[in-house]
Structure formats: structure tokens, C-alpha cells
């Protein structure tokens, strides 16, 4: 037998992922794909392990599913940590997909497609770039950018899907909440909202990423010019400005084939060119253009020859650079393509050539001609490229080669100081000229030829370039204009001449005549040149110049040594006076200044005789200049203050000023300049005494009065601008004084710097005149630039010494001034190095807390940034050992905790106060976060301190105590109550929150002794603290139930994190909270039953723990009440419940723990608690399932849910009806009373309302507002609730219950208030009711019986309900009435019981039929002279009896005569409520059940034959008029039948055989046989009264009728009785009388008798009558029985469906419906007469079942 292998702890298999699904259970793991899992042991292909999912639950699982990853182990052994060995961004990417997924199956859930489309594509990105690093392709730049863009592209998905906000620092790293302060993750998250902002406004992913003060270059590709050439072309390219019309850029240039090729074969698909030194102030202010000229090369002028190759232009094209500058395709690797079409000028003019790119922009196109062909053009790619161009170079080396042409700016940039690169370029561009023709016919082909020569007019070469891709060049030849005087040109050249070399060139022009033909030559005719410097030596300055042409002769003499410009002096030499010639220079140089003041300062030595105008001539000097050349202004500015001179104030002023220029906001990027000066060029050991001696000087000068200030007022302001680099240059000089000298002189300088200090800080203090206002703003200046020098001083001076001088400072001011700079000097003070040292930090925080307090305890303006500056103060001391920051802590929490928790008290004031204070909550976050950050930096013995007690000693007197911890309390609580305090989305700031007070409730908790239980005697021990105990659970309740805590709610990776992170905090402070209210003792009876509310809120929690900790706590409250009793327990638990489930809160499993708990305890201590407990619970336990019904259903949404959220509540109020609780009850009554109005049930309404109506009694007992009704006294809330219920009453048409409640009232004012007034309304409004009842058309009420099976709700499951349908509803209509409520219910075909399958159906059956009222109150009604309206409304309301009858044959069917064998199956239903009640609906509690056979069948049919005659009959005689049709139609049903037999079919029952087969029914025959004689002597009287009202057409039916009614009678009629139909017969010669008709369109009304124009159920109810007055064969009873009461009921749409067609609908009937149906009525023809139904009713009643029944279904 083999030995079993054991279980080995892994060695390298720690960490792995899922890789295919494992579900089996114990003792395996169940594990899906992308778990991620940690190994433990391993043993024969197997791991044992767990899944990070749920750390708890461990088991095996095969190695095969797992693949495993590189990772690091911390702590290796039981207790092991496995760290996976991958790029933190990856396991971020894989974290965001995790949260992404959830919501990518919500939106495709929801049928947003766009959302979905879009998150889509983000998750794609995300794998894309995942996979790129993984791959470790990417350079380390392409790498940070790309990690910066995916960081970027998660928070901004998160933002969008509402997901948590992940914490980042600037450089896109997480920050661990468990390593910072709450401040510095405050900080850090209210930033990124900041930028996130900034990024939501506009602009690209990655444009987001750039610095807005950053460089950007235009990178250009130029694949192909695709043109018919015949010669070579040069293509120029340049940046254009629309709106100045200048170049922006250096032209590129590069020469194509006639292929439109590079004619250099390497350059082929590698033509590159960057426009670089561009920066915002392009983007921002330009309009910026890409042009390109195309020069053509050829050896022809006008098909001439010529003598060598000329430039003629061809043409120009544009394209616009908006959308590459918006960043639109900064993602794009190769950028965006492009294609410029070539336009060329539209007129014989050479000079349109110019400003032909101005005409194609603004689309002028009658001064441009468009492309001869489309397609063609040149095509390439644009990219913009972000930063220096030396970065560009690094981030795209493929596309930025040694071969790539870079185009520098026309002119500085912003950033060319930056890169320090030095830079000396002259670009000289052509403007204009005019030529003269002279003695030719026509103008001249001028051509320049432009060089750089020496002073003896030698050319220089290769300093000449026409463009960048082009090589340096000694003379460069313009483009020829054919025959043009007046030329406007387009060529820029750059001249590339040595900064010391520029005196000595000069840069020339020759002007010259290109002729062609025979004797092509180059005829010169005009010199001109340009000095490049100034008779000053300064270069010459940027603009247009005018140059003096000279005759070509002069290039033999010495032409140089003239004036060049015109009005520069008269020139010795002759001039071309009729020519003229301009161009345009732009010096960028960092050599050569253009500026004589500058030059002037520079030379200063050559100009000592005058060097007070040379110091003056400083201010002159332009910030651009003095940037460019700084190091050599500053050293000079250096030398004249070092040389001692009388002019040292004057000195000091120029140096104020270069420092104050190059410090304005504007060079704030080249601020550095001055830092570099200072570290490398700056050695002046002896300078720090002069300048000491100065700026001490500009101190005092501040604090002097204004008329005996020697410096001037715009100099001492500047001082102050420089004064933190006249510090820097003062600190740095002693030191290298000190260098030289070994500290020599130090006592002398540590006494001048004190003086000079001290100076400084009196000058800060001085309380300034009204009118000087200089010294406020020398005031704020020094205040701003102190604190960054103390780095500096720190240098030279003691730490010490500086915070003492420091801290006096700020003893000493007044807290009220300068209170706006005094903050921003604290905040700076507390980010120098300074305040990190701890000795100097102990010395300066009291200071600090003095004035920051002031404000904050006076939320002044300065409220917000002391409060910035007290959470930079924690975060310091945070980044410290706090074991050793004892005093700060108690500083902290003596002076600033106290003024924290009034502010936030104040704040939560003005919130409640003021409903539009937006900027309160931001406050109050902010006050927040500083009491945060002081409570996470506390250890126990600070909370000593805060209640004034010391290590060791115990509380002897514990208000001090009470108060400190109550205050907090309440302070915790607001917080964790207050939802507005942080948003929902910062997460991890929410539980950094509670974690923090977490731990200092538990520090709190520790210190309360059992002396604080408030024990027994008098002396010496502490009173029972309510408040502080209040606070405590209130506080322990709202941290529990918080959102933020809610684990459940969140996704399962989130819910994995925080439980790593700080546990379930929720049950930590549910243990302190059951912990402390047992130590309570019997003084729990205190907060009985005020904490009922709070802690069933915590047990509603879904948490099993929380629950099983915290309902054993509400047998507590039971156990202390048991002897008072607990009904207030009770009352108080049934309120909550009820609000707290209806909110959402509670499910199953807390019924069950409920329950189970409850029961158990009670059980276990039944002495203590008697069966009442049990009964307790009990009514807990069945009020949840009726809140857990109605929450269900509120759940729903739509019309559809209206129902069943009534019957929900209809069942609620029945409970609390039960249990008594009266409140409840009411307040149900108004919901349920509203749900029925907004329905349009407004009878329904009443009958609620009448329900709190009749809990009232007539008194004058005072009662509170309640809903709509104000308050008043008892009986005129019962009077105004009677009035609402009379109308509602009135507009659901039940006008007799209406007048019940008239009478009641009338009955009051009658009887007790004698309000005659009053009784007079009540009378009228009864009157009105009787007129609208017999005068207004109502609906007949439909009733359904509707059963329900399978997975119904337990309220319906397995029930039978009775429905009162809508007005003119039908079974189909309700069906699909009832299919919305029930969507996936499905309809049973049978009205058979179902059985077990149909009731334990997973699916939802639904059973529904029409069933028949069975009314008491028509047994109350004479026999005879009641109006038809009174009889219809006892027919179908106030009843709660249902018949449902279903007819089926016994045996075999016999064929002949089918009623010998038809039986009736009567089924009776009864309602728990009458009808019409408070619901529309009511469940039945009863059923009975019987059989009719044959025979019985006949009698009801008989009988309700009689009764419709009877009810025709008395209807003609009461009304007057109208269309006899149904009765017509009825006496022929009955006498005439033509189908079926009628009643002859009857016939069968009275003969022997049938009866001796049936000897129990001979009574019955015999019955039938009285009603069949009963029924021949009505059908007389009818016929006798259709031969009054028939009319003539009508007359041979009625004669036909006549004929089988003697058949009738002869064979049913009794002989011995008198024959009631005796016809009236006409006078000899006397025409018949017509019978009485109504107009066609007259108004249909109750009186009329025009049946047809009415509605189907006014015509149905006509049909209706009173059964004939027969002696029955068996005694009579003294009251029906059911059985009795069902055979007498008259269906009313019996008669309808065998008398006339339906022809309504469920509105009103149109006009044109109306008259098709009396014309079909009124003259009906004897064919369709013939034809009508047969006269049974049986049958009839059979059809209806079927039809409306089983038809329907």
C-alpha cells in the first residue's frame, strides 16, 4: 500500500490566477475564471489555498486551473502577505475593468446604447494599453505619458459612471490612505476634483496632461506634390498669422522633381520639418496657417531663353491649423493627413502673388483661380508635439532625424530661456520696391541677388539661407517678376553673421534686369545695402526700413562708409532717385541688444563721467532686453554698487529695478534665471554690507512719514518686490565673506541682521496714515517674500534665534490687521524648513495658533485659508513621530480643538438657517478635516489633557469630563448623520473619516469609569450624564447605518478592499454600543422607549452580526419595562417598523432573526416574560409581512401597481385596525382615501374616508393638523371629513349613500347644534341627490370572480377575489386591465378547480369569470309602482352575495331535446365586505354550492320571461312614446319561437313517462305548470298592449302574433281564467289611429322610451322586472334562502343578448350609431323578426355563460 502523500507548504506557487471554472464543493474551493487566489500548501497536482474574493473560506483545487505569477512574500509563514510582482498600473487596469464590468451589463440591461458603445471602447483602451506595457516596448518617456494617460482615462470613466474617486498625486500614484493624513488626503482629492474640472471644460485626454505655459512645435510630412510639372519646383513653407498678416515662421524649403519628388533619393518618404519655439501665445491669440509657395525652376522667361535659371511663381496653397492645435488628433501616431490644393493668382499681376494666401483665406475667388484638376495638390501629415524641442526629439526619434529641418520663430519665444540655449539669428524679409523702366518700352524682370559683404565689399559666403532644408549659400537670387514696377515680394532670407562680426558686415543688395531671347543676360542697374548695427553699436532695430539705392557703378568705390537708410543723412554718392526698395529686419539675438540704455549699462566703465544718466537710463530699459541679457546686466549693476561711487543710492534703485522687472508676474518662467545667477555667476563677498545698509534704510523709509522719505514711493514698493533676492544675494555673500575670512566679523553681522529684522517686523507692525498708501502694500510685499528667505537665514542665522524674533512678531500684532496677507505669510511660513525643525516649531506654534484662532473663532473673511493653514500645521506634525509632538498635541487640543467644535456647531446652524448656503458645506468639510486631523494625531493621554486630568490620576470630578465627551459625541454624530458632509464618490476620505472615529470613540470609551453610571450617593460620585449617554448611542446608531459603511451595497472588489483595510468598523462600534448599554444596568429604563427607533435601525442592517448583537437588545427593553409593562415598547416598535421598512430598510432574514431571537429569549426566561411576549412578537412578525408586502409592491412603478399597492395597504390598515392602534390606522385611511382619488375611484374614497369619520364622536375635544384638515375641534373635523365624503359620493354617482350621510348629518344639527342654516344646505343637496338619481344615467355595476395559483404574492396565492368592474367594463376588458398588473400571468380556459400542479406551479395562473350580485334589498321593495332606477341600484350594490352558474348535462346528452338532461351548477361566493366598500375588491371568505336539474331550469327561465313582460308592460304604461321593438321582439321570442323549439321543449316534463323516471320532480312539474299558465296570461296582456302601440307596418306581424298566441293559449293557458288579450277593433270607416312615435332626434332620457338611443345597460335594466305574484307548490318562508334568493335573481344582460344587437361601446354613442341602430330598430323586417332567439331563457342564460365565461378565456 502506497503511502499517502502530505500537504507542503509551497515554496515558489504563492500567487495565481483562475484560468477556468471549479465549482464542487466541500472541501474544494469553488473558483471562477479571473480569480485571483493565494496558495498555501500544495500535494499532488492539488493547492490548497483561498480566493482574495473571500479570504475566510479555504479549500483545494486542481494546479491545473491556475496560472501562477511572480509575486513577494512579507512576513513568510502562517501569517504570509503575497505581493504580485507587477506594474501597479496593471493591477489598477485589472481593478477598473472589475468596476467597469457592472456597469457595462447595467447599460446594455437598460438599453442604453451610446453609454454602452462608449464604455466599450474605454475598456478596449484599456486592454490595448495594458498589453503595451506589458509588452515593455516603450521607451521611459512613452512609458510615464502612456501610465499618465491611463490613470487619467480611469478617473474620468469613474467620474462619468458615478464610481468610487481614486486618490492620485500629481504624478499619477495611488495614495494609501493607511500612510497619510486625512488632511494630505483631503488635499489631494479636492485638487484632483479641481483638475478634473479644469479637463470637463474642454479639450483632449492628453491636452489635459500638458502644462497650459508648456511649448509645442508643428511637426509637417511632405509625402507628394501631385501637379503636372514640366520643370522642378521649389516648395516654401511657412506659419501665417490671418490676423497680423506677417510670417510666424522660418520658411521651410525643399525642391521637387517633376515628379513632385525630392530630388534627394534618401529624402524620399522621410521629408520632415519642425516649426518649433511656438507657445501659448500662438495658440491663444493666433490665427495660425500653414502656407506653402511653389516656386517654379526653369531657364525660360515667357517661352524666351534665358541666361540661367530664374524663380517665376506658380502658385500658393493653405490649409488651417485649428484643428491640429485643438488637439483633436494628438492621440494619432502619425498625426492627421492632409491635402492642400494649389491656387494660383487670377490676374496678369505678379504683386497679387503676395497676398494671394489672404485672398484664398478670406475665399475671395475672384482674385484666385481654382486647381485645374481635382485631386491634385500636395499631401502629407500634420502633428503637434508638445514640449521643448529637445524633448521631442527624445519622445519621437523616428520622426524628428539629423536630416529634419527645424524651423526656428520669427522672434523670441517664451521658452527660449528656458532651455538656455543661446541664439543669434537675422531674417530679413523683402516688403516692396519700385523699379523705373527708363528708356525700355516696358518695365524691367527684376531680379535681387542678395550677399553679406565686408567692409571692403568682399562677399562672405555660406552666411546666406533661403530656408530651412536648404544649405547656407553666398548670394541667393529672389523670384523674378515678369515686367513688374510696382513689386511686392516674397522671399525671407536668413543672415547668419557673428555677433562679432555684425559692425564689420553689412548685407548687400543688387538689383538687376533678367532679359531673355537671343542675348539672354543679367543687366545690374541699382546697389543698396543694410548695416546690421547702429552708429551706437547697437544692432538695428526690428521694423521696415527704407534703403538708399545707388547706380551699379558705385561697387568700385567705397560705397559702404554712406548713409544707407533714406533719412539717415545726404549720401556723398549719387542715388536712383526714381527707385525705391524696403525690407523688413527681426534680430533674435542673445548677443547683441538693440537697446542703447542697455548697451550704455553694460559699458558703464567708458561712461563714469556720466554714470548717474547711465543709472537713470536703467528705468528705460525693456524687461524682454534685460531677460535676454541678464547675467551681464546684473554683474554690472554689482560692479557699480562695489565700486563705492556717490551715486550708491542710485545704484541700489537700478538694482531694485532689474530685479523687480525680471520678477513681475509676467517672467515669472524665467525666474530661475535668477536663481542660476546666483548659484554659478554671483561672487561678491563684500557687496552683503551695502546692500544690508540699503534695504535696512527701505525699511525704515516705510515707517517715516511721506514728506521725509528720501527713496520715492515707486522704488520702496519695487525694493519690497526684490527683497527676497536682495536677502538671497545679502546671505550668499556673508557666506562667501565668511569662506574668505574664516567667520570673521560674525558678532557684527548677527547684530546688523537682528537690527535689520527687527527694522523689518516694526515696519510690518506700523499703523500707516490714512493717506500714505505705500506703506499698506510695502506691508503685504514684505510679508509675501519673508517667509522664502528663510531658508536663506537659516544659513547665517540660529533656528532659534530667527523663531524667537518670529514669534515675538506675531505675539505682537494685532490680530485684526493685515489679516489677509498675515494668513498667507503663516501658510508660507509653515512650508518652510523653519517650521519642519521641532525646536523652532514649539517656539512658533503658539504665535501661530494665537492668530489663527482669532479668525476662525471670528469666521471673518479669512475664515477658509486659516483653516488651509491649521491643516498644513497637522499635516506637518503628522509627517513627525507623533510619540514625540506631545506639546504640539496639546497646544492643538487646548487652544484650537475647543474653537473647532464651536465653529462646526455655528456652521450647522447656518445650514439649518439658510436653505441657499452653498458655501456652508464646503466650510463645514473644512472644519471637519481639521478636527479630523487633530483627533488622528491624539494617543490616550491628550484626551487626558482635554479634561484636565494628568498621567496617573483618576477622575475625581467628571463635568469637565461629561462635557468634552458629549461635545464630541454630538459633533460625531452631525458628522456621520450628515450626508453633504463629503461626497458620495470620495469613498476612501469617508472611511478614513470613520476610522478615525473609531478609534477615538474606543480612546473615549476607555475612560469612562463605572463612576460615570452615575451610582448611588450623593458625595463625591458623578450624576448620571443623559445627554452624554444620549449622544453616545445616537452617535453609535448613525455610524452603523451610514451609506458609507454599507458593505453590502457595494461591488464585491471594493467590499474586498475595505474589509482588508480597517474590517466591518460597523460591528467594532456595534460591540462598544451593546457593551456600554448592558453596563447601564436598570438605568436603561431612561431610554426606554426613545432608543427603540436608533437601534432597530441598526438590526434592519443586512449584517448578521450587527443583527444577532442588536436584537437581543429589545428583549432588554422588555425584560426592564416588564413590570410597567411594555405597551410603549410595543407602540414604538410597531411606528418604526412601519417607517423604517416602508423607507426600504429590513428583509426576510431580519423577520426570521427576529423572530427566532425574541421567541428563544422569551422561552428561555419565561418567568420573567409571560405569553405577552410571545404575543409581542408575534404581532412584530405578521406586521412584517404585510411592510415587506406593501414595500414589494411600492417597489413597482406605473398604473399597473396602483391595485396592488391598495390592497397592500388596505391590508395594513386592517392590522393596525386589530391592533387598536388608532394613529396608524388614520394615517392609513388618508393614503389609501388619496390612492383611490388619483385612481378615479371616488366612491371607494368615501367609504375610506368614512371610516375615520365614524371613529369620531360629536365633542368639542381639541385634535391636531392632520393632513388637508387644519385643527380644529373633533366635531368639526367630523363634519368636514362628512362633507368630503357627501362629494365624493356625488362624483362616483352613489347619490343614496350620499343621502345617508346627509341624514347623519341633518340628524346632528337637528338634535345638538340647530344650525338651521346648515340643515337648509343638507335638505338641498338631498333633494338634488333624489333628482340626479331617477334623472342621470348610471352604469350598471359588473362583478368578476377572479382566483389566483402559483407564484403569486402570499396575499393573492391560492385566494378568490370578487371585482367590481370599471363602468361598461366587460370580461375582456377586465382580463387585459388585470394582464398589466399580472404580466406573465397566464389565463386557465376551465373554471374547474385547479389541483396541485396549477397550485405549486412555479408560473402565475389566473381563473376569471362574470358572476351575478344576489341583492337583500330587493326583497325590501313592493312588488309594483317602483321606478326602474331604484330597483337597478338594489340590484347591484350594498350586496356581498355572488352566484356563478355553469351548465352541464347529466348522462347522455339526448340529442332531441337537450334541456331533458341540462343541469345548472350554482355556486354562491361571499365577500368579506359589501360592495360597493373601501376597496374595489374584496377576498371571499365563503363558498356554497348547489344544483338546478331540468325541470328547475325551467321554472327560472319561465319566471324570468314574466318578469321582463311584466317589466315592458309597466314601462309602456308609465311612459309615453317610444319604439315598441322590444317588446315586439320578445312576444314573438316566446310565442313564435323559430329556433330551438322554445317553449315547447318543456312539454317533455309534463308527460308520464318523464315522470315516473322522475318522481321526486312531480312537485316541480307541477310548479312549472303554474308559471307556464302564469306566463300565458302575461303574454295576453303584453299582445293586448302591442296592438295599442304597434305601428302600421307592424300591423300583419302583429296579427301573426295574434294567430300563434291563440295556439299558445289553447295549450297553456288555463280555459277557466278570462283571456286577457281582447284587441280593439276600429270603428266602421274609420282609419286605424297611428301609433304614437318620437322624433329621430329627440334627447335620449330616462322617460323616453326610445330604448334603442340608450346606452346597453339603461336598455338591459328596462328588461329587468319583479317576478308574477304565483302561489308556489311549497309553503313560503318567512326569508329567502340563498338557493331561493339565486333562482329569483334576474341576470341583467340576459334579456339584452336575445332582444337586440349590441351596438354600444364603452363611451358615448355616436350620433351616426344612433341613428344606424333606430333605423335597424324601428322598422324591422319580418324575416329578421322570424328569426329571432328563441324564447328560453335557459338557453339564453347558457349562451351568456359560454360568451362571456369560456369565450372570453
Known sequence: MSKERKWLPTANAKFGVVICNFDRGYPFLPLKLGDVVQILEENSGWYRGFSLRGKAKKGIFPASHIHLKKCDILNAGPREVVLPQEDPVVREIASALLEWNNSWRRLFMTGQTAEFEELVKHMTDLLDWRRQILTQSLTRDEMKELKLKITSKIDIVNKQLHLDLIPREENGEIVNPKDVSIVHLFKVIKNQEVSKSARSTGGSLVQSL??????????????????????????????????????????????????????????????????????????????????????????????????????????????????????????????????????????????????????????????????????????????????????????????????????????????????????????????????????????????????????????????????????????????????????????????????????????????????????????????????????????????????????????????????????????????????????????????????????????????????????????????????????????????????????????????????????????????????????????????????????????????????????????????????????????????????????????????????????????????????????????????????????????????????????????????????????????????????????????????????????????????????????????????????????????????????????????????????????????????????????????????????????????????????????????????????????????????????????????????????????????????????LWNNFFLYSVSFSVQEALQLEQFSEAKRIRILDWCGDMRVKMNDLMVTYWRQLGILRVRFIPAMVGPFLRVSLLPQPALRQRTIPLFYDMMEVKVKDGFQDLQVEMIEKLDTYVIQGMGDIEFKKSLKDVLNRKCKDNSQVISQGGMDFVSTLVKLLDRLFDFRNVTDNTGEASQDLKMHVMYNLLNFYKEMGRKEMYIRYIYRLTEMHKSAGSYNEAAFTLLLHAQLLEWSNELMGAEGQYPAQTCAERKEALYKDIIDLFSKGKLWEVGIEQCKELIKHHESTSYNYQRLAELYLTVSKYYDKILTEVRADSQYFRVSFYGAFPPYFKDRTFIFRGLEYEKLTSFNERLSRIFPRAKYMTSLTQPGAEIRNSLQQHIQSCTVMPLSDGLDKLPNKSVNETVIQFYRSNNVREFILKRPFHKGKKDKENEFVTLFIECTVHHTTEAFPGVMRWFEVSKTDSYELNPVQNGIETVKENISVLQTLIRRFNNESGGSCNPLTMKLQGIIDAAVAGGLKNYNTFFSEAYRKANPDCWQQTEELKSHMIALCKVCGEALKLHSQVCSDNMRGLHEHMEKKYREFRKQYGNPDDEDPYEPLKPKPGAADPPPPQLPADRPTSRHSGNVSSRPQSMVEDQFQGEPVSVPPPVPKKQRPTIRDRAQSSISPTVYHQNSMPETHSLGSISSSMQTQRQNSITAPSSKELNGAPPISNQKMEIVEQIEEDDTDL
Open 210 to 1027: 500638458k502644462s497650459p505655459s508648456t511649448s509645442f512645435n508643428i511637426w509637417l510630412k511632405l509625402d507628394l506634390l501631385k501637379l503636372q510639372l514640366k520643370n522642378p519646383v521649389e516648395v516654401i513653407f511657412f506659419l501665417y498669422d490671418k490676423k497680423t498678416g506677417r510670417e510666424v515662421s522660418e520658411p521651410y524649403r525643399e525642391v521637387l522633381s517633376e515628379k513632385g519628388l525630392p530630388n534627394d533619393v534618401e529624402k524620399i518618404g522621410c521629408t520632415f520639418a519642425v516649426f518649433t519655439d511656438l507657445d501659448q501665445t500662438d495658440r491663444n491669440t493666433k490665427e495660425l496657417y500653414l502656407v506653402c509657395r511653389v516656386i517654379r525652376l526653369c531657364n525660360e522667361i515667357e517661352n524666351k531663353k534665358s541666361c540661367s535659371i530664374v524663380r517665376r511663381p506658380l502658385g500658393i496653397a493653405v490649409y488651417s491649423l485649428q484643428e491640429i492645435l485643438s488637439s483633436i488628433y494628438d492621440e494619432l501616431e502619425d498625426g492627421k493627413n492632409f491635402h492642400m490644393e494649389i491656387y494660383s493668382s487670377a490676374t496678369q499681376y505678379a504683386n497679387d502673388f503676395a497676398k494671394l494666401q489672404d485672398y484664398v483665406i478670406a475665399g475671395d475667388r475672384t482674385n484666385f483661380l481654382p486647381p485645374p484638376e481635382k485631386g491634385n495638390g500636395l499631401f502629407g501629415s500634420l502633428k503637434c508635439m508638445y514640449g521643448s524641442l529637445e524633448k521631442v526629439q527624445e519622445e519621437y526619434p523616428l520622426k524628428i532625424r539629423k536630416n529634419t529641418a527645424i524651423c526656428r520663430k520669427l522672434g523670441f519665444s517664451d521658452t527660449i530661456a528656458k532651455s538656455g540655449e543661446d541664439r543669434h539669428d537675422i531674417f530679413i524679409e523683402l516688403v516692396s520696391g519700385y523699379f523705373d523702366k527708363g528708356p525700355k518700352k516696358s518695365n524691367k524682370n527684376v531680379e535681387i541677388h542678395i550677399c553679406v559683404v565686408d567692409k571692403t565689399g568682399r562677399v562672405i559666403e555660406n552666411l546666406v539661407s533661403c530656408g530651412q532644408g536648404t544649405e547656407t549659400i553666398g548670394m541667393y537670387r529672389t523670384v523674378m517678376f515678369y515686367h513688374t514696377a510696382q513689386c511686392q515680394f516674397v522671399d525671407t532670407v536668413r543672415v547668419s553673421v557673428p555677433a562679432n562680426h555684425m559692425d564689420q558686415y553689412s548685407v548687400r543688395f543688387i538689383f538687376g534686369h533678367m532679359s531673355a531671347g537671343n542675348r539672354p543676360r543679367y543687366d545690374q542697374h541699382a546697389v543698396a545695402f543694410l548695416k546690421l548695427v547702429t552708429k551706437e553699436g547697437t544692432a538695428i532695430p526690428d521694423g521696415i526700413h527704407e534703403l538708399n539705392l545707388f547706380p551699379d557703378a558705385v561697387l568700385t568705390k567705397d560705397y559702404l562708409k554712406e548713409p544707407w537708410e533714406v533719412g539717415d543723412g545726404q549720401p556723398s554718392l549719387p542715388l536712383v532717385l526714381k527707385d525705391s526698395f524696403k525690407v523688413r529686419t527681426v534680430i533674435c539675438s542673445t548677443d547683441l541688444t538693440q537697446n542703447v540704455d542697455l548697451l550704455r549699462l553694460l559699458r558703464w566703465s567708458n561712461h563714469k563721467h556720466h554714470l548717474k544718466q547711465v543709472m537713470l537710463g536703467v528705468k528705460n530699459i525693456p524687461g524682454d532686453e534685460l531677460l535676454k541679457f541678464l547675467k551681464v546686466s546684473l554683474d554690472a549693476v554689482f560692479d557699480i554698487v562695489e565700486d563705492g561711487s556717490d551715486d550708491s543710492i542710485l545704484a541700489f534703485q537700478s538694482l531694485v529695478f532689474v530685479l523687480s522687472t525680471v520678477l513681475e508676474r509676467r517672467y515669472a518662467q524665467y525666474k530661475f534665471l535668477l536663481d542660476q545667477f546666483l548659484e554659478n555667476s554671483f561672487e561678491r563677498p563684500q557687496v552683503y554690507q551695502r546692500l544690508m545698509e540699503k534695504l535696512k534704510v527701505a525699511f525704515h523709509e516705510v515707517i517715516i512719514p511721506t514728506k521725509q522719505r528720501i527713496l520715492e514711493d515707486d522704488t520702496l514698493v519695487k525694493t519690497m518686490k526684490a527683497a527676497e533676492y536682495l536677502v538671497k544675494f545679502i546671505v550668499h555673500s556673508r557666506k562667501q565673506y565668511d569662506e574668505n575670512t574664516r567667520g570673521k566679523g560674525r558678532d557684527v553681522f548677527n547684530k546688523e541682521l537682528r537690527n535689520m529684522l527687527t527694522t523689518f517686523f516694526e515696519m510690518i507692525k506700523y499703523s500707516f496714515p490714512q493717506d500714505d498708501h505705500v506703506a499698506p502694500r510695502c506691508q503685504a510685499l514684505a510679508l509675501q517674500f519673508f517667509p522664502t528667505t528663510l531658508g536663506d537665514f537659516l544659513t547665517v542665522v540660529s533656528r532659534q534665534l530667527l523663531s524667537e524674533i518670529i514669534a515675538d512678531f506675531l505675539f505682537k500684532l494685532n490680530p485684526q490687521r493685515l489679516s489677509g496677507f498675515k494668513t498667507t505669510f503663516l501658510q508660507s511660513l509653515v512650508a518652510s524648513e523653519l517650521f519642519k525643525l521641532r525646536e523652532s516649531r514649539l517656539t512658533l506654534l503658539p504665535a501661530f495658533l494665537l492668530q489663527l484662532n482669532h479668525h476662525i473663532a471670528g469666521m471673518d473673511d479669512q475664515f477658509r485659508l486659516c483653516l488651509d493653514v491649521l491643516q498644513d500645521v497637522i499635516s506637518v506634525i503628522y509627517q513627525q513621530d507623533t510619540s514625540t509632538a506631545d506639546k504640539e498635541v496639546q497646544l492643538f487640543v487646548s487652544k484650537s480643538l475647543p474653537v473647532l467644535y464651536q465653529s462646526y456647531k455655528q456652521i450647522k446652524y447656518e445650514i439649518e438657517q439658510q436653505a441657499d448656503g452653498q458655501k456652508s458645506p464646503f466650510r463645514l468639510a473644512s472644519v471637519v478635516v481639521c478636527q479630523l486631523g487633530i483627533l488622528q494625531i491624539m494617543r490616550k493621554t491628550h484626551y487626558k489633557w482635554c479634561i484636565g486630568i494628568d498621567e496617573g490620576q483618576t477622575i475625581s470630578s467628571g463635568q469637565n469630563f461629561a462635557n468634552f465627551i458629549n461635545q464630541s459625541f454630538f459633533i460625531f454624530h452631525d458628522m456621520t448623520d450628515r450626508k453633504t458632509l463629503f461626497p458620495s464618490e470620495w469613498s476612501v476620505m469617508l472611511l478614513l473619516m470613520n476610522n478615525i472615529l473609531m478609534t477615538s470613540t474606543e480612546q473615549l470609551m476607555e475612560l469612562i469609569s463605572s463612576d460615570m453610571l452615575g451610582s448611588g450617593d450623593s458625595q463625591g460620585s458623578v450624576s448620571f450624564e443623559h445627554s
